[in-house]
């Protein structure tokens, strides 16, 4: 990854040069010309990135300039990359450890003696072989629609067996090889309203190769118990498994385990299964038959089919054109790359997210016929190979593909575990902090990092899992093939982009750490950082560890990442829980994204040495965060997160103002004062907790009268917390006027705070909401009747947990809803029928509102017989008859 690596080292001179000049004092003519240099190089990479494409007489991926040149200068070309590559990572690692050499001691001459070395030459040599190398044309994403084919058959089958009276618990299962389509059978399945008729609880656990029997147990009893008391989470495995078995004991269930990998895992899972309750069914998918058969020896197991080759043609043609037919140009080709996949879903799939950009990319119907015809020979070719590495060559092939700035962006997804599900505001971060994404005018790093990450889910590299309201991707996932790719792309010894380090049955940890630049662990972490001596990676950049176990570092062992890794510019360990923060943590002055847990309730000064953190999460076991670091002047941190209420430190008069910060939550109500609000006025997220009462009557500094000068705040979380005491001594009295409210306010989530439904009259003038979530009476009271006027804009409603009974209002009051969701409001009779006349009215959602169902039902009957099946969706839990 040669691009991002030089791109990196380019912002990193940038940053130098611009806020920590007097590190660099008489030097900064040579740091200009190695800026300069680097510049030429990020332009000869994407190049050489351009010129990949199809050989015309190999059918075979080649480098192509003007002349035809023997293959052998494709190896030539890419060893030059590799070498470009080594170099500025060496140039990359001596500058920051001078760097971090400098702020201790205040020392130049070294780093002057090190831009007197002939590494900037070394690198302008390498450019100056290199440049002759010229261009072609970059390709343009599309965004695909999302298909199933196939699998009528198979349905129908295993909906027979869920159909099944049995004597006892029935365990049905799927298997087939990876790609094949088993979670894809199983989740439509899943989704299915009848299904969800018929099994009033329903629950999907991804289980994966690696996983604990806890966090499976943990997820089971979410889907059952509404409000999982704090003492659960400490319980041992056989005191959840006995909790999972005592709420599923009576009652019509389905839960699908996705991914079992061997008979020992199906054994540690099945004893929170009631065996006794005979109208429970359980799904599982695996790609091994004897985890079938060991989990029900009653029931052969159900063996997945490959696609027939006109459900393949449907596929690829979905795929491409969105539509069930190919252009008579390329009908007969269409047909014969739809045969070679054999198929194999995911290998149509990939194969169509590589045609899609040859469709728009490419103007001409010979061109375009010359261009399906190469990716075809190239399919044939891989399809050749030993039927296990067939898949892993059509992923290369994808990724051979892919322009340069996604290269990184995609195997760096090798970083999270099997089956994770990744959520887009931390991995858009991550990536902004190594540097992967290239700035664009008029538009954040942030905005285009989600671009990079649709164009991924365009060419079916990566999928969606979870939706926020307003349409973007909430969290996504990566089929455990692509995952493999990816760490076996990045850990090859010529790139040593990222390794996983796992315990090997001899007990030690593989692979070396020497000379990798990033590092995930996921299993046995405690061992690995226990290691004494400690295995020092002095080139490694990233330490993630997103394992499914909780684990306390013990006191003697709390330096031990900082002391091996100087030089992290990310550091993500949510699961490892420091009891206390060493002093080494705050020599890594690199970091630009972090992400720790501790039992602390101070964040500490010291975290102001920290002067290159992008984004701060924090997650603490206290209810308040006293941040006495001077974030303020912190001039890149941009997102700062916490769990508890953090109480920000007060701007200093020489304080200059930090335009950068674009997230805070979420922090206490005496925080929100003017001075606060000044140094972060392109705030685009904000979220409060605390007593809120302090913001309206003026208390103790903060202010609501202060929230208008948040011009660019988007999305409001209001959170009334006054523990010990219950959250009905400290009701709100009313809500400031809709004039004091952030002017482009689109999202706003109020909870506990009791207020009166007379109220929601100030929530409907706020002219651009869109999204509206009442949790945890946020309003109380018998009766609401909707006011006119308001709620212009409003397109999702989330009423949860209220004493609500009459609610009286009309389609014109709600005139471009489109999602209603109302949660635990078991007092309330009826939903106004008249919504149904909303013609942009898709979804209605209840949990635990029984009353309310029948109006509901008359609401999904109104809008058939306006628009027909499919245009509306009810879900109703638990379901009626």
Not at 373 to 396: F, G, H, Q, W
Request: proline content about 5%; hydrophobic content about 40%.
């Amino acid at each position: 990854m040669a691009d991002a690596a030089v791109e990196f080292l380019r912002e990193n001179l940038k940053q130098l040069l611009i806020y920590h000049h007097d590190l660099i004092s008489g030097a900064e003519k040579q740091v200009e010309q190695l800026e300069k240099d680097l510049r030429l190089f990020k332009a000869f990479l994407k190049d050489t990135t351009k010129t990949r494409r199809y050989d015309d007489d190999t059918d075979q991926l080649a480098v192509q300039t003007t002349k035809k040149r023997p293959r052998r200068d494709g190896d030539t070309l890419r060893e030059l990359v590799r070498q470009i590559r080594d170099v500025v990572y060496e140039a990359e690692d001596t500058i920051d450890a001078f760097v971090t050499q400098a702020t201790e001691s205040k020392s130049r001459s070294y780093f002057s003696r090190f831009l007197k070395m002939d590494t900037p030459a070394k690198l302008y040599d390498i450019y100056s072989i290199a440049k002759r190398v010229e261009a072609v044309g970059e390709e343009v994403p599309l965004v695909r629609q999302e298909n199933v084919v196939g699998f009528e058959d198979e349905e129908e089958t295993i909906r027979g067996y869920l159909a099944e009276q049995t004597q006892h618990l029935d365990v049905i299962s799927i298997i087939g090889m990876p790609g094949l389509g088993k979670t894809t059978l199983a989740g439509k399945l899943f989704r299915d309203p009848t299904i969800e008729f018929e099994f009033p609880t329903r629950i999907w656990v991804y289980v994966s190769q690696e996983f604990t029997t806890k966090n499976v147990f943990l997820a089971i009893l979410r889907e059952l118990i509404t409000d999982l008391r704090e003492d659960t989470y400490r319980k041992n495995d056989q005191e959840l498994a006995r909790m999972v078995a005592d709420q599923l004991r009576k009652g019509k269930f389905l839960i699908v385990m996705d991914d079992v990998w061997t008979s020992t895992d199906w054994d540690k899972l099945q004893i929170a299964l009631p065996k006794s309750n005979n109208t429970g069914k359980v799904l599982i998918t695996s790609r091994h038959e004897e985890v079938a058969r060991h989990a029900n020896r009653c029931r052969p197991p159900h063996k997945l089919r490959f696609l027939t080759h006109p459900e393949s043609c449907l596929l690829l043609q979905y795929e491409v054109f969105g539509k069930p037919e190919f252009p008579s140009e390329l009908e007969v080709l269409g047909q014969l790359i739809a045969k070679q996949c054999n198929g194999l879903p995911l290998a149509i799939v990939v194969i169509g997210g590589i045609l899609v950009k040859k469709v728009f990319a490419t103007e001409g119907l010979s061109a375009r016929k010359n261009a399906w015809t190469k990716v075809s020979n190239s399919v044939n070719a891989y399809l050749k190979e030993d039927p296990e590495r067939r898949m892993e060559k059509i992923i290369a092939l994808s990724y051979d593909k892919l322009p340069y700035h996604l290269r990184a962006c995609f195997i760096y997804l090798g970083m999270f575990p099997e089956d994770f599900e990744i959520p887009v505001w931390k991995l858009i971060r991550m990536w902004i902090a190594e540097g992967f994404i290239q700035k664009k005018e008029s538009m954040h790093l942030e905005e285009t990092a989600e671009n990079y990450l649709e164009d991924l889910i365009s060419r079916n590299l990566v999928r969606k899992d979870k939706m926020r309201r307003d349409g973007r991707v909430k969290t996504c996932r990566i089929h455990d093939m692509l995952r493999d790719f990816c760490k076996n792309e990045a850990g090859n010894e010529k790139e040593n982009f990222l390794q996983e380090i796992k315990k090997s049955n001899e007990g030690k940890f593989e692979p070396s750490v020497e000379t990798s630049r990033r590092l995930c662990i996921h299993s046995s972490v405690l061992s690995f950082v226990s290691l004494k001596p400690f295995v020092c990676g002095p080139h490694v950049r990233s330490f993630v560890c997103f394992s499914r176990e909780e684990i306390t570092l013990p006191t003697e062992n709390t330096s031990a990442i900082p002391a091996a890794f100087k030089l992290l510019r990310v550091l993500d360990v949510k699961p490892i829980n420091f009891t206390r923060i060493p002093t080494d943590m705050y020599r890594l002055l690199h970091m630009r994204y972090v992400h720790l847990t501790f039992d602390l309730n101070i964040l500490p000064q010291a975290f102001s040495k920290l002067w290159n953190i992008q984004t701060l999460i924090v997650d603490t076991t206290s209810r308040t965060l006293e941040i006495r670091a001077e974030i303020w002047r912190m001039v890149h941190l941009r997102h700062l997160k916490t769990n508890a209420s953090a109480i920000l430190p007060k701007p200093g008069k020489s304080s200059k103002e930090s335009g950068e910060f674009q997230t805070l939550g979420t922090i206490s109500p005496e925080s929100c004062t003017g001075e606060v609000f000044d140094r972060a006025r392109n705030l685009k997220k904000l979220g409060i907790r605390g007593k809120l009462a302090t913001l309206l009557d003026n208390r103790i500094g903060g202010s609501f009268d202060c929230f208008g000068r948040l011009g660019n705040l988007e999305k409001l979380k209001l959170l009334n917390d006054v523990f010990p005491h219950p959250p009905s001594e400290s009701q709100l009295s009313s809500l400031p006027p809709s004039y004091k409210f952030p002017p482009k306010l689109k999202s706003l989530t109020v909870s506990d705070t009791y207020l009166e439904w007379g109220q929601m009259l100030i929530l409907g003038s706020l002219e651009n909401l869109e999204v509206l979530k009442l949790e945890n009476n946020a309003f109380m009271g018998k009766s609401w009747e909707t006011a006119d006027g308001g709620f212009r804009h409003l397109e999702v409603l989330h009423i949860g947990r209220t004493n609500l009974v009459i609610w009286k209002g009309s389609a014109h009051h709600f005139p471009k809803l489109r999602r209603l969701e109302l949660k635990n409001c078991e007092e309330l009779q009826e939903i106004p029928v008249e919504l149904a006349d909303i013609p942009s009215l898709q979804l209605l959602d209840l949990f635990r509102a029984d009353s309310a169902a029948a109006s509901a039902k008359k609401i999904q009957e109104a809008k058939q017989n306006m628009h027909g099946e499919g245009t509306f969706k009810l879900s109703i839990y638990p379901p009626i008859e």
